[in-house]
């Protein structure tokens, strides 16, 4: 292999390494610097004082039980209305039923919070046994498979390597969250959404969007751009097939 297409395939790795660096810095920051600097002894804790909760916590009853599928469905149904009017409900059940809400008045807050699902929160009240497999294990086995197809495949284009070693360091950013941090990933980015408030569709109602991390924004930019350059692809390929049928034809 010369030393062109070394830079071509290990460049890109370097990314992933940084990516996985810089998550795992600004959660180490949240969790254990922070902190200092204000009381924390909830997950998602006002880290700076300007950042007002508008309740503390809640005692919600029976009806929002989260050891119960009915209580957990409730659960899902109050956090989307809070959601609609502009409230960000956490629920942390881990330890203890604790309830938070939040009004986020500003465009960017940091606030830190635990995940202990995927995008959204999904799957985030399933079995434990379950939830390492679906979230942990097969995340593992996929990126494995993603970083052999990588240093496999000669066709993928530099904007296409770069991008699949962000998606990767991403991944395994949050991974080594699920596998070291018992209390979930750790999210702390909390920005506004200017949702539309009549809309029934709750991914367009929203308010604000969910709290996310490092790792999640390096998968969705890195996943979005990689993407348009698959489309890119597609797109060249097809004039390049019409050219040489074209061609084939006057001939």
Not at 43 to 50: A, G, K, M, T, V
Not at 227 to 237: D, G, L, W
């Given at each position: 292999m010369e030393k062109t297409e070394l830079k071509a395939y290990f460049l890109p790795v370097i990314l992933a390494f940084l990516v996985i660096l810089l998550d795992q810095g600004s959660k180490i920051f949240i969790c254990n610097v922070l902190p200092l600097f204000g009381d924390d002894?909830?997950?998602?804790?006002?880290?700076?004082?300007?950042?007002?909760?508008?309740?503390?916590?809640?005692?919600l009853g029976k009806e929002y039980d989260w050891h119960t599928i009915k209580g957990k469905m409730n659960l899902l149904k109050l956090q989307d209305k809070f959601n609609r009017k502009g409230y960000v409900l956490d629920f942390y059940p881990l330890d203890d039923?604790?309830?938070k809400v939040h009004d986020g008045p500003h465009f960017l807050e940091i606030i830190h919070t635990r995940n202990t699902g995927v995008a959204f929160s999904f799957g985030a009240h399933w079995p434990t046994p379950v939830r390492r497999v679906a979230f942990s294990l097969i995340p593992i086995i996929v990126l494995s498979l993603v970083v052999v197809v990588y240093f496999r495949n000669k066709d993928f284009n530099q904007w296409q390597r770069w991008s699949i070693m962000g998606i990767v360091g991403g991944g395994f950013g949050n991974i080594i969250d699920r596998l070291f941090r018992a209390k979930g990933v750790v999210d702390f980015v909390d920005v506004k959404w200017f949702g539309l408030k009549n809309c029934k569709i709750n991914f367009l109602a929203m308010?604000?969007?969910?709290?996310?991390?490092?790792?999640?924004?390096?998968?969705?930019?890195?996943?979005?751009?990689?993407?348009?350059?698959?489309?890119?692809?597609?797109?060249?390929?097809?004039?390049?097939?019409?050219?040489?049928?074209?061609e084939s034809e006057k001939k």
């Open positions: 002894t909830k997950y998602n804790q006002q880290i700076r004082s300007e950042y007002e909760y508008v309740d503390t916590s809640l005692n039923d604790t309830f308010n604000r969007w969910p709290t996310f991390n490092v790792a999640d924004a390096f998968v969705v930019v890195c996943g979005i751009i990689l993407i348009v350059c698959f489309i890119q692809t597609i797109i060249k390929e097809t004039k390049a097939a019409k050219a040489a049928k074209n």
